[in-house]
């Protein structure tokens, strides 16, 4: 049910106050340099003070504001599990054997689309467009020069790759926080934005595969010294990619995402102990943390 209004305000008045509170925060954090925390607690008072003088009592509006944090509550906790699954995924290998395989899809002669198919399948597995593009990305931009490519164009094609899958992904924060929005379960969620996004998708990709056809040819060292990275951290086996199975099956079952992840990362831990064996005290640091194997898979560095 959605929390009763305690007050009409009208169209202009209501305005008004967003833009207030917008002025406040803004004005705070980019011109004071305030922490957010300081900003947030300027503009509760003075949307308080509002309240009083409009009559309301203290407990009411302090029910709404409980009300409105309890109906973001299920996004704090989705947060929270995504975070625990990316790691486990990372010291299971299941993200860098997706990597590794996902290099064998480039082709000098298909180059944008190759990027463009590339960043999209990386992204929906890292779940953050940034990251994506910050690692493959710019190992991409790099490899542009060796393949004689247009750098403009490769960069379209990254950007356009990640975030179509920062939109995809269920482990993206922003996917995750819409649907907590709406009030939608999270594959439901992403199962509506496909009947827009996927023909957006094959569009670009037919693009890209056009302009493919103007690269120009080269050799694939780069692609190799990156696949070697990958292969010196350990982590990248065929068996690695059970967990994102996992994931796919849970998700078109339909089941809901909390426990769709915890059975993710419980199938990412058992991987973890197939070629590596942490300690329970190691287990908790990667969890929290964030894991980062023992060989540097600096991609973000190659061909720069």
Not at 15 to 36: E, L, Q, R, Y
Not at 216 to 237: E, K
Request: with cysteine; proline share 3%.
């Amino acid at each position: 049910m959605p929390p009763q209004v305690l007050t009409e305000l009208s169209a202009k008045v209501a305005f008004i106050v967003a833009s207030v509170v917008i002025a406040i925060m803004g004005v705070t954090m980019i011109g004071f340099g305030w922490v957010p925390h300081l900003s947030l607690m300027l503009a509760i008072a003075v949307l308080l003070a509002l309240g009083m003088f409009k009559g309301l009592s203290f407990e009411k509006m302090q029910e709404q504001m409980s009300s409105g944090v309890s109906s973001g509550i299920g996004a704090i906790y989705l947060l929270f599990f995504i975070g625990l699954l990316v790691a486990a995924l990372m010291m299971s290998g299941a993200i860098p054997t997706i990597m590794y395989y996902g290099f064998e899809l480039i082709s000098p002669q298909y180059y944008y689309i190759s990027a463009f198919v590339l960043t999209s399948i990386i992204g929906v597995a890292l779940g953050s467009s940034l990251t994506t593009a910050a690692t493959i990305g710019v190992a991409f931009i790099g490899m542009s020069n060796a393949f004689d490519a247009n750098v403009a164009i490769a960069a379209g094609a990254i950007v356009s790759g990640a975030f179509f899958a920062d939109k995809m992904s269920p482990l993206s924060d922003t996917c995750t926080l819409a649907s907590s929005v709406v009030g939608i379960d999270l594959f439901e969620h992403i199962s509506n934005m496909m009947y827009t996004t996927v023909p957006a998708w094959l569009i670009t990709a037919g693009l890209f595969w056009f302009f493919s056809g103007q690269a120009g040819s080269g050799d694939l060292a780069q692609v190799t010294l990156l696949q070697s990275q990958l292969l010196d951290s350990g982590l990248v086996h065929a068996y690695s990619v059970l967990p994102f199975v996992v994931l796919m099956v849970l998700a078109l079952c339909r089941v809901n995402a909390i426990y769709t992840i915890i059975y993710t990362i419980a199938s990412a831990l058992i991987i973890t102990y197939f070629h590596s064996t942490p300690s329970i005290g190691q287990l908790g640091s990667y969890m929290f943390n964030g894991y980062t194997p023992a060989e540097s898979l600096e991609l973000g560095e190659v061909g720069v």
